[in-house]
């Protein structure tokens, strides 16, 4: 089967397209056949091997797969998987998810709704995960409250923009220019282009600022915010969030920096979330599996609208 491969770090143009075996699944795994994979910031950083401690993890010049989100079809089952079967339709996580075929815990799935496709499908774990988690449990959103959303127009920002509506708050999305159409479609109340108005100088107040960018200091956004309001960090600059996660668990602010957990759970509260159109995947651009590099590229020049996703064409 075809996959991704690296040995090296260092530009996009390291990833090659190469001849695997094909996997075999273990007792407690599912073995699918990929349709799409989505690209996170995070594969770029591991293409990149930067910061250092990825190199150690990863370990240099051993050949490694990229990939984590990805959507398709069950190819077979282990003797103990009994939540899905050869033939169904499927969404989830998988190491390595640039590929052809990929074995993955029957825990890291969910049954893709047939109202979505599998490109859309491909990009729901990383993102949509780290928005539900972060508008539901850390926000703790609740009907009537503003939620202000920085990035909404990004692969994160475009699911939390949905969530937060379907959870009824107001909803007043960031974006540039450009995305301002977008983003009002999603839902958003109100949409301020970031190149004409710096929403931390505004005179309203928000229960949450839901932050992806990362391009405003975190005492400026929380100026914004109501007198019990929440500010939450989700990604921005390559793991600004992990410092910051460590500050809050010291310091419990008001300010909240967390990372995402993907579990069985929210995976089906996702499905049904899309199953019933209050949230609608968002695809910027599709990629064959050749030209994963260039996905990369594009998604490390950080101007994605929604999801960047690979279509691995001999699987379709």
Excluded at 43 to 60: E, N, Q, S, T
Excluded at 83 to 101: H, I, L, Q, T
Excluded at 194 to 207: L, S, V
């Amino acid at each position: 089967m075809r996959a991704i491969v690296y040995r090296d770090f260092g530009s996009a143009d390291v990833l090659k397209t190469e001849e695997v075996d094909k996997p075999t699944p273990g007792d407690t795994e599912v073995l699918v056949a990929v349709h799409a994979a989505a690209v996170n910031f995070l594969d770029w950083a591991m293409v990149r091997g930067k910061p250092a401690f990825i190199r150690l993890v990863l370990g240099v010049r051993k050949p490694k797969r990229l990939g984590i989100d990805m959507a398709g079809r069950v190819e077979a089952v282990g003797r103990s998987v009994t939540r899905f079967k050869p033939g169904d339709e499927v969404f989830g996580s998988a190491r390595g998810a640039f590929a052809e075929y990929v074995c993955t815990p029957e825990s890291a799935l969910s049954i893709k709704p047939p109202n979505v496709t599998f490109e859309q499908a491909a990009g729901v774990v990383v993102a949509g995960v780290t928005a539900l988690q972060g508008i539901r449990d850390h926000g703790s959103v609740q009907r009537g409250q503003k939620v202000l959303i920085n990035g909404a127009s990004g692969g994160i920002g475009t699911f939390a923009v949905q969530i937060a509506k379907s959870l009824g708050a107001d909803v007043t999305g960031v974006c540039s220019t450009r995305n301002v159409d977008l983003v009002r479609s999603l839902g958003a109340d109100q949409v301020i282009d970031y190149t004409r108005d710096d929403f931390t100088m505004g005179a309203k107040r928000y229960d949450v600022v839901f932050d992806m960018v990362g391009n405003h200091s975190s005492s400026a956004c929380r100026r914004v915010l109501t007198r019990n309001g929440r500010y939450i960090v989700a990604g921005g600059p390559p793991f600004r969030g992990i410092g910051l996660w460590a500050l809050s668990r010291l310091t419990k602010p008001r300010q909240i920096a967390y990372l995402a957990r993907p579990t069985p759970t929210d995976l089906g509260v996702l499905g049904e979330l899309m199953s019933s159109g209050r949230v609608t995947p968002v695809v910027d651009r599709t990629y064959r599996l050749e030209e994963t590099s260039e996905a990369i590229r594009h998604v490390a020049a950080g101007h994605s609208r929604g999801k960047v996703v690979i279509a691995v064409s001999s699987a379709t």
